[in-house]
């Protein structure tokens, strides 16, 4: 394979998706195998060593319980060419629908890596796991918390897609945000904030309620206007908004003592500042969307999901 065939293999892996479910584990072992990689790290990595971090990764930024299935991807990634065992050969010729258990990985010490072609190609090129990372990360992940997923993941932050942009990426509606703003009249629909310098907000953005990255549409029914800390955290699923009443519910995994936490809950149950007009108000299903695939069940309260 060359460079741009390695990058389209890395843009075409088969997420298993049902409808519009958010299956984000091949992703995260991804970034945690080219960390590896750039850091210099052995070019396989012992199941064993391999489960905290990816159980880490998929409570932090994948739907709730994703991590119970942590072992999926670094069994079924081989089916995209991208990945290879190593380990006891009955266990390894197993048909690829028959994924091993967490235990028979755990105690066979089974091994798992990039396919030796694939590792030459990324060790004799150090911009091509840069590139695969930021494009990984901008395809599954929204920006808010882009930085984030891949500090996680141990790659820097600030990662760089150094190819030509794709030109099979989806466009984005560059009024989205604009529309967005303006449904919500230029405030946070949980605080209010509307901080202004001059005539320029601050601090205020258009967050997609169903991600752009899941097939979430550019329409202000998918849209709400939040400051940056509560779109950083609305995308991290610290909060949800429930689409009978528009009652925000705070996780229970939430918590802490000090005064921005008790800021934050002072939002528990109450109603989202609601955009102008109807027509703008968030739709059912792109808020059940972000329930289901985003929020970190369980919800506070006993209005909560
Ligand atoms: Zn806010």
């Known amino acids: 394979m060359n460079r741009d065939e390695i990058i389209h293999a890395f843009d075409r892996i088969r997420v298993w998706q049902r409808g519009d479910r958010r299956a984000v584990h091949k992703p995260l072992l991804v970034l945690y195998a080219l960390a590896r990689v750039l850091n210099g790290d ?86 091509l796991a840069a590139t695969i990372a930021s494009r990984i990360a901008d395809a599954h992940f929204p920006e808010s918390i882009r930085s984030d997923v891949l500090a996680a993941a141990g790659l820097p932050p600030d990662i760089a897609d150094e190819s030509p942009r794709g030109e099979q990426r989806r466009r984005r509606d560059p009024a989205f945000r604009e529309k967005v703003l303006c449904a919500y009249q230029y405030r946070c629909g949980v605080c209010g904030h509307d901080l202004r310098l001059g005539r320029q907000t601050v601090g205020l953005e258009a967050a997609h309620i169903q991600w752009f990255q899941a097939k979430g549409p550019d329409e202000i029914p998918n849209g709400i206007a939040l400051c940056s800390l509560h779109h950083k955290v609305f995308d991290l699923g610290v909060f949800t908004v429930l689409p009978e009443a ?24 109450a109603a989202l500042i609601l955009p102008q007009a109807r027509e703008y108000f968030p739709q059912a299903e792109f808020l059940n969307w972000h329930r289901e695939e985003v929020f970190k069940k369980p919800g506070r309260g006993s209005a909560g999901p």
Not at 63 to 77: C, D, K, M, V, Y
């Open 42 to 127: 052995a070019a396989m990595v012992d199941w064993n060593m391999a489960e905290p971090r990816l159980k880490e990764l998929l409570e932090e930024f994948g739907p709730a319980g994703s991590s119970q299935t942590r072992h999926n991807p670094f069994w079924h990634l081989q089916t995209d060419g991208l990945w290879q065992l190593d380990g006891p050969p009955e266990l390894l010729a197993r048909p690829a629908a028959a994924t091993p258990t967490l235990a028979e990985l755990r105690k066979s010490h089974v091994l798992g890596g990039f396919p030796k072609a694939l590792r030459a190609a990324l060790a004799g090129d150090p911009g």
């Open 246 to 269: 528009y009652q925000i519910v705070f996780s229970q995994h939430l918590n802490g003592n000090d005064e921005t936490t008790r800021r934050f809950l002072s939002y528990q149950g």
